[in-house]
């Protein structure tokens, strides 16, 4: 038997999916295999668990575990660097039935996904105030930066979906008044810790442009295109204080 065959054969049966092979069913009979079972499926939804704790606590814990066991179940772990397991679980839930009821819990997920992404990201060192300081002017938005490795940003339209997420890792109380609108958000890294802040469309936008190497014109452009009242200069003061930003490495030969 190839390994390849004696792998796939033993996920299938982690899985709980049926046995294909007389030697899968004798394993499958050992009392010792659904307890191997249980603690597969179980890390897997420990491991969400950890990566989504705002969702969790929007929906109990008792929920997300339900929830987590049918992800764990159709799409398992493909390695064992469980932090990084879970990439796919906001668009899980988005097609999950009994969230249909939950409409904004994707775009939370989606800011659990993003805190995790920006945690494990590569360090880098980014530019700030002193830095636009030193620009001549004359050739300042011809200058192109890049988003650091650690920033992620989003966008929900129809939901305030930072709001929720930043009030509960935040461990604030929501306000009465909430505005029940899109909103956007930015996570960063610029050193140790993880840290976030609102971000607006046209700061999307930017983001958006400077992640695809053009220049910061035409990330400006691209910034009032989406919002033609954005104040560029408070923009930028934001990326550059929260450390959203690197230089372009210039490649010559």
Known sequence: MQLSAFQDGLSAALLGH???APWLSALESQPGFAVYRNTVLKGSIDALQASYPTVCQLVGEEWFRAAA???ARTQPPVDGLLMEYGAGFADFLAGFEPAAELPYLPAVARLDRCWTECHLAADATAVGQEWLAQQSPDTLHLVPLRPHPAARWAWCDAHPAYALWQSHREGLALPDSLDWCGDGALLTRPHAEVTWRALTRAGV???????QGLTLEAAATNALDTDPTADLAG???????????????????
């Open 18 to 20: 049926a046995a294909q």
């Open 69 to 71: 066991a049918v992800y």
């Open 205 to 211: 936008a930017f983001l958006d442009a400077c992640a």
């Open 235 to 253: 923009l930028m003061g934001c990326l550059l204080d929260a450390g959203a930003l690197i230089p372009t490495v210039s490649r010559t030969g």
